[in-house]
T-cell receptor, first 110, second 114 residues
Framework: SQQGEEDPQALSIQEGENATMNCSYKTSINNLQWYRQNSGRGLVHLILIRSNEREKHSGRLRVTLDTSKKSSSLLITASRAADTASYFCATDTNAGKSTFGDGTTLTVKP | ETGVTQTPRHLVMGMTNKKSLKCEQHLGHNAMYWYKQSAKKPLELMFVYNFKEQTENNSVPSRFSPECPNSSHLFLHLHTLQPEDSALYLC?????????????FGAGTRLSVL
């Protein structure tokens, strides 16, 4: 089964609202990453959080990591229509390999 | 522009055809990857190359044959594919160091097998 599982599978919000996506994983990790994918395109790296970090910010993105619960969350504040995309978490266990989750599809309505 | 270029962007092929997908990275990375992304399925890692050596083959059928002639180029040779092989094929590269593995993806090749 997949190392990372995102929740919810799909999320629809109004522009200006916050969007929260969650990722759960099963084994110990070195890092956890979040990626974004626009429809039919490649994935784009958003943010990386190390296993010894609990929270990280990048612009309107806030990522938390709880290694005791083996979970992470991605918060997008003040969402925009351009944030509409699929968001994936990826767990890094060994150098050179990342395991991607199933993704959350976010729709931001103007 | 991510620094990873995939060609072609779209490919339609019959089950008896032979075609190749190409990936080129201009980032000086030491690792390259092939992924398959099917509709409503998770991203599937197919092959990993580190310093031109294949380090991972996730039970991929032999009708998919990777080739990595140097650290900047990666090919995926296709032959006698099945309709279920229709998917978006993504290439990625990374500089693996310090336990971090931030991957840079190409835009993908949308493959349709008739």
């Amino acid at each position: 089964s997949q190392q990372g599982e995102e929740d919810p599978q799909a999320l629809s919000i109004q522009e200006g609202e916050n969007a929260t996506m969650n990722c759960s994983y099963k084994t110990s990790i070195n890092n956890l990453q979040w990626y974004r994918q626009n429809s039919g395109r490649g994935l784009v790296h958003l943010i990386l959080i190390r296993s010894n970090e609990r929270e990280k910010h990048s612009g309107r993105l806030r990522v938390t990591l709880d290694t005791s619960k083996k979970s992470s969350s991605l918060l997008i504040t003040a969402s925009r229509a351009a944030d509409t995309a699929s968001y994936f978490c990826a767990t890094d266990t060994n150098a050179g390999k990342s395991t991607f989750g199933d993704g959350t599809t976010l729709t931001v309505k103007p | 522009e991510t620094g990873v270029t995939q060609t072609p962007r779209h490919l339609v092929m019959g089950m008896t055809n032979k075609k190749s997908l190409k990936c080129e990275q201009h980032l000086g990375h030491n690792a390259m990857y092939w992924y398959k992304q099917s509709a409503k399925k998770p991203l599937e890692l197919m092959f990993v190359y580190n310093f031109k050596e294949q380090t991972e083959n996730n039970s991929v059928p032999s009708r998919f044959s990777p080739e990595c002639p140097n650290s900047s180029h990666l090919f995926l040779h296709l032959h006698t594919l099945q309709p279920e092989d229709s998917a978006l094929y993504l290439c990625a590269s990374s500089q693996v160091s310090g336990g971090q593995n931030i991957q840079y993806f190409g835009a993908g090749t949308r493959l349709s097998v008739l």
